[in-house]
């Protein structure tokens, strides 16, 4: 199994998909989220999940690593750009900007894509996706950590994909 994104481009997260996009929530927080698509998905996979994650924050926020987007019983193998805002037809669960260092943002404005804006310097952004052998049972606003328990004995293959996002 392989993940490909044509918002990233020679190694590098196009612009437009973090602070310096033009499309933002309406807590200033980068929404237009990332296109990719999943190729050569394993025989008998029947829903995908994934996260998008920055563990270059972890010196910024003091400990952890940033959860920009987490998703879960995705059937297509190709998620559109901007498909977090649009209603998606899968489950997303709560970013980091809803934490302390993300400004305590409500819930509710944080079950969907939140954008690159690295403070410091350039940071390596990690797509996780995984296939699994049936969908999973959580509810929009999960945390990660009850996606990773969900997964557990069903994930069939994983990739992950690479970007590089300048501060």
Sequence with gaps: MRVISEGIVDGVIQDAYGKR??????HGV???SLPFEILDPPAGARSYAFVLEDKDAVPVTRGFSWIHWTGCNLADTRVEEDASSRHPAFVQGLNSWTS?????????ACCCYGGMGPPDRPHIYELHVYALDTALDLTEGFWMNELYRAMEGHILDSATLRGIYTN
């Design 30 to 32: 980068p929404s237009r």
């Design 21 to 26: 996009g033009t499309q933002f929530s309406a």
């Design 100 to 108: 302390v260092q993300g400004g305590s943002l409500p819930p509710e």
